[in-house]
């Protein structure tokens, strides 16, 4: 179950990073310190490893060993596999053309990574990598994929000012992998992606999606721009340009401190950079105006490089005003893997529109920005239920009590009374007539004789099995069905988590039989 | 057409129902929450609570009125009551038993022998009916005794009754009835 402890353990971080992000205005509020929330987290995190529900290793957000992400290769790509390492070795020029070509061929290859692939791994570009969590990416440049050593990270902090929140980052931080030279920043997929170039490449910000989740800490929820692996990332000096530049279309999303330079870097591009740009012309523009825009749009899952630029430059604008603590970083990567998982099925099919005109104009990040608010949202609901977020019957209940309440006050009071008097007559005589009972007088003697036998009690029931099921096997969830016949269960149950054998399991759907 | 005394044969009590009450009011939300073993209705109103000791369903309404269905005894089926009661106590609940009373019987018994409804329905014409159309087995209905009893032509009887002593007695009474018009065995 080792995938299972993987988004485990993630979505344990994520539930955890986005407490503290949200708790932490309230606490900054109060006047009290940073700290009091960072050491909340330690011993929040310490006890979850404590209790062994989950798996420790997975715990440690940057050393994920396995695989994030399940690349299906078709057979015929295994062979092509290699080609392009070596063909990108060459001039970059030409081979970027061939890739486009492959690209545009459209062949929705994908390729699978055996599980125990270990890094660097090259991909060709023209291929459509699909993570564990089935999120496609297409990959428009050959990139090579490589793990970052754990821990390391992956912008140097310096970098995370320009960064763009990273949604890529975010994705499928866990697995930490991170672009050859440098951490890809925007690194939606699980993988980061790095030109195969490497070169000319320089470990460069392109870990921006890395560092920018780091910093960024305040939105978990940032959409990861899928894409963005895609591009690999350029082995241009503008690091997180270049990631996200690795989106296809993104050129617009570079980070504002990288547009610039990636303006630059984009307009070499051509000759050295492996990755094709569709789209530079927005990027070209670099104009973004990131200043106080807080964008948040979720990343769509889809292909849509356009919105995926979008979203890079609104994930920019925040990763500036946020200054994450590393250690956020892992956790709003797996954050912003959950949302970026949950939004991108939803298609931010506005977003794309909205994304189509590559413009960067403020209005557009505000509204991205918004987006993203609503992801957050959705982000959180998914994560918990429960809380302030609660709409079930706290409410009902008061009301419930209040009413049944006034109604049964009374009466019950009444009852009482009527029961100790019952009580005491009963045990002065047997015999009892009282008024109270006299409601259906024939056979009431005999009723009332063995009313009293009850009340002492001791004999009847005591049965109890006494509590069979006295376990800590508990599941948490939603019901989509339950259904009994005579005494046979059937259970269809959704999204939850299983307490079992002292392990935690998540499940989204659970069906299960079982016998009263 | 000899009725014959000896009715050796073997009455199947298969279901006992009884109602009593607590005489109070009880919050049917805190039985579904806290109770054990419990199905809420809240669409009818009611809890249900199973046992299975004696192994019984019991319907619990608001007003305190508890119906206890499922025992195979009358024994079974007050025993069952008191527990049931008893637990609504350890709830928290002001209980007393009160009122308890077996209310039907239900028994299945079984002919040596095959039946023509037909002409037995002739034969007993207003106190039995027979729609095959509707239902395979003639009605037969007791009065005095207040029991039904259904017959079908296999010599299948089910019968249903106040109580059980009522009940044997109403296989009793029928038995020469059917007696007479059993259908030869041909096979």
Known sequence: MLSNSNNLSKLYLSVIEDVIENMRELILDEGLEDRVLEVLKQLWESKVMQSNAVDGLALVKNTINSSNFVLQLPPNYGQNFTKPTASMVNPAGQNVQSFTTKNNGGTLATFSLPPGVTYPVQIPAGVTLQTASGQLYKVNVPVMVTQAPAGQCPLPPSQLQPRQRVPVVERRDLCSTSLQPAPVVPSTVPKTMAPLKTEPFTPRPVACPNAVPQTTEQKPLIPLVPLRDEKPVVPQPAVQPTVQGNHVLQSEAPPVQAPFSLHTQMSFQPPYQPPLYKSESPFDSGHFTLDGIDFDSPKPIDMSLTSASTQMQSLQVKMETVLPDGSAFGASKVAAEETVRQEGHGGTADMSTHLEGLPLDASKLEMALLKDYNYNDALADIIQLDGPSDSSSDVEEFEEEMGGAIGENDFLGMMTAEALQALQEAEESSDDGKSSSGDDSVGMDEVTVEEDPLNSGDDVSEQDVPDLFDTNNVIVCQYDKIHRSKNRWKFYLKDGVMCYGGKDYVFSKAVGEAEW | ?187
């Open chain 2, 1 to 187: 057409m000899e009725p014959s005394n000896d009715v050796a044969l073997d009455i199947i009590i298969t279901n006992v129902v009884a109602v009593f009450r607590t005489r109070c009011h009880l919050n049917l939300r805190t039985i579904a929450l806290e109770g054990v073993n419990v199905i809420y209705k809240p669409e009818y109103g009611k809890v249900l609570m199973k046992l299975r000791k004696p192994r019984i369903t019991a319907s619990i309404w608001s007003s305190g009125k508890i119906i206890c269905t499922g025992a195979t005894s009358e024994e079974e089926a007050k025993q069952g009551a008191r527990r049931l009661a008893r637990t609504l106590q350890k709830l928290g609940f002001k209980v007393r038993f009160a009122d308890f009373k077996v209310v039907n019987v239900l028994a299945v018994c079984s002919m040596p022998f095959a039946i023509r409804l037909i002409d037995f329905t002739k034969k007993n014409r207003p106190i039995a009916s027979y729609e095959p159309e509707l239902h395979p087995a003639a009605t037969y209905r007791i009065k005095t005794l207040k029991a039904t009893i259904q017959i079908f032509s296999t010599g299948s009887l089910t019968v249903t009754g106040p109580n059980v002593q009522t009940v044997a007695t109403a296989v009793e009474h029928i038995y020469p009835l059917l007696f007479e018009c059993q259908k030869p065995l041909r096979k």
